[in-house]
């Protein structure tokens, strides 16, 4: 026999769901982007001294300010690639939830969604 | 009567929702690959070992005796890249509507046909090429050395941190 589905506790149990994954995911994105913020401004500063004092010659010159513009580029790439994969972690396991609600209302066994 | 009415419209609700879920559980993202990772970590510390071994500076009459380490250093990076690519990169309507989500917000969409490690990996091989380059024409200054290593450092980071998050 069908049993009704509580929706404010489904919404809770989503809201718990999202939240697990963001809030673990969240302190990875703040750790890289401040390594990768510092980074990139004391390579800025390496290259600008390099080019002042001479040290940084001719041949590599307009190589390493040219990869300044790709580091930071990539940075921003390799952000969103991590977002793409908090956004599948929490659209799963929302969708496991619901999921799981299903299961207990209808009484039918599902498999896990992979 | 009701009660077995409401009944049978929620089984069929519920069996709607199901189908809509079945279609639902999704993948934005390659799948971790953990050879690859702990490539990108015996590389590194190859990396790091030839930074320390070149860090005050090098001339060009010695380069023969790096030779053989940037040939071994580039071949493993290029090697990287080639796994790194050699997976299928997951696209589907929900990649799509995240992308049209943030072109609506004003976010500009870089293009996702690469998966930013093997773009870091590139670039690391790039470096090291411009490196051995450099040191046969004219050796490499010691702050040379500290900004070829400031770059691999953070790409080798951007990679790294790419494929490791890759694991759920």
């Known amino acids: 026999m069908a049993r009704q ?110 | 009567m009701r009660s077995s009415a409401t009944t049978g419209l929620a089984t069929i609700l519920s069996a709607a929702l199901l189908l809509l879920v079945t279609a639902c559980a999704t993948k934005l993202a390659p799948n971790y690959d953990k050879a690859l990772v702990d490539g990108l970590i015996s590389t590194n510390v190859k990396l790091m070992e030839f930074f320390a071994s070149t860090s005050s500076g090098t001339t060009s009459d ?22 790194s690519r050699a997976r299928p990169i997951p696209t589907n309507d929900i990649t799509e509507k995240v992308n049209k989500y943030l072109e609506k917000k004003g976010v500009q969409i870089l293009d996702g046909g690469d998966t930013p490690s093997a773009t870091a990996l590139e670039k690391i091989s790039e470096t090291m090429s411009k490196m051995r380059d450099t040191d046969i024409k004219q050796g490499v200054t010691a702050f040379e050395v500290a900004a070829f290593k400031g770059q691999v450092v953070i790409f080798m980071d951007q990679a790294m941190t790419y494929e490791s998050f890759l694991e759920r």
């Open chain 1, 5 to 114: 589905i509580d929706i404010s506790k489904l919404v809770d149990e989503m809201k718990a769901a999202a939240s697990e994954v963001l809030n673990k995911d969240v302190t990875t994105f703040r750790g890289f982007s401040e390594r990768q913020v510092k980074a990139i401004a004391q390579q800025t500063k390496l290259v600008a001294m390099g080019i002042a004092n001479g040290q940084i010659t001719e041949e590599t010159r307009e190589f390493f300010l040219d990869s300044l513009e790709d580091m930071a580029l990539n940075f921003a790439k390799t952000l969103r690639g991590l977002l793409m994969v908090t956004i599948e972690k929490v659209w799963n396991a929302v969708v496991g939830v619901i999921w799981k609600a299903i299961a207990s209302a209808t009484g039918i066994a599902l498999p896990t969604p992979e």
């Open chain 2, 62 to 83: 010695t380069f023969a005796t790096r030779k053989k380490t940037y040939s071994n250093i580039i071949g493993r990076l290029d090697a990287l890249v080639i796994q």
